[in-house]
T-cell receptor
């Protein structure tokens, strides 16, 4: 089955630690995205990538970093510089079609800072 | 710039009643509009989308939405609610060559027996 996988489903981090969230897709999509979801806030874009070896900051990139070395993979690192990292993180992918493309979402990773 | 406003963070209906979830958007270019559904602790699933053409869009699970340019609205409806419709619903907009999605803050739908 084609789809997007995110791991782990739950992640606990101590303050001051960096953690990396995994996102893999086998849909052959060019574009990939990371969103952060907080209760009552909707989804906010962290980073996006339209093509391998290229990515752009979204609306709330501070304290996060990404890489896009392979088409299938778009890992997100939450660094110690992120002041309030506890949230639900969603990865998505799409085939760009001038704004009308459908983004397909993974099941999410819930990060909790202890 | 684009924005989305979902009126009502929480909507409660009885099983069998009409579901109406409201979405208004702002866009400087012709918009593409989306409705997604999210069940607890899961990712988002596309319900339906409007790109061009017919303004009444039918989606999965009996939902539909109508694009009204004059009202800048894209409200989601379903004639008869089912218990399985209980979830959070997000409206989103993108436009032109900007493929970035801007999401509303979501509406939590509760269905009472």
């Amino acid at each position: 089955d084609g789809g997007i996988t995110q791991s782990p489903k739950y992640l606990f981090r101590k303050e001051g630690q960096n953690v990396t969230l995994s996102c893999e897709q086998n849909l052959n999509h060019d574009a990939m995205y990371w969103y952060r979801q907080d209760p009552g806030q909707g989804l906010r874009l962290i980073y996006y990538s339209q093509i391998v070896n290229d990515f752009q900051k979204g609306d709330i990139a501070e304290g996060y970093s990404v890489s896009r070395e392979k088409k299938e993979s778009f890992p997100l690192t939450v660094t110690s510089a992120q002041k309030n990292p506890t949230a639900f993180y969603l990865c998505a992918s799409s085939t760009p079609s001038g704004g009308a493309d459908t983004q397909y979402f993974g099941p999410g990773t819930r990060l909790t800072v202890l | 710039a684009q924005s989305v406003t979902q009126l009502g963070s929480h909507v409660s209906v009885s099983e069998g009643a009409l579901v109406l979830l409201r979405c208004n958007y702002s866009s400087s270019v012709p918009p593409y509009l989306f409705w997604y559904v999210q069940y607890p602790n899961q990712g988002l699933q596309l319900l339906l989308k409007y790109t061009t053409g017919a303004t009444l869009v039918k989606g999965i699970n009996g939902f539909e939405a109508e694009f009204k340019k004059s009202e800048t609205s894209f409200h989601l409806t379903k004639p008869s609610a089912h218990m399985s419709d209980a979830a959070e619903y997000f409206c989103a907009v993108s436009g032109g060559s900007n493929y970035k999605l801007t999401f509303g803050k979501g509406t939590l739908l509760t269905v009472n027996p």
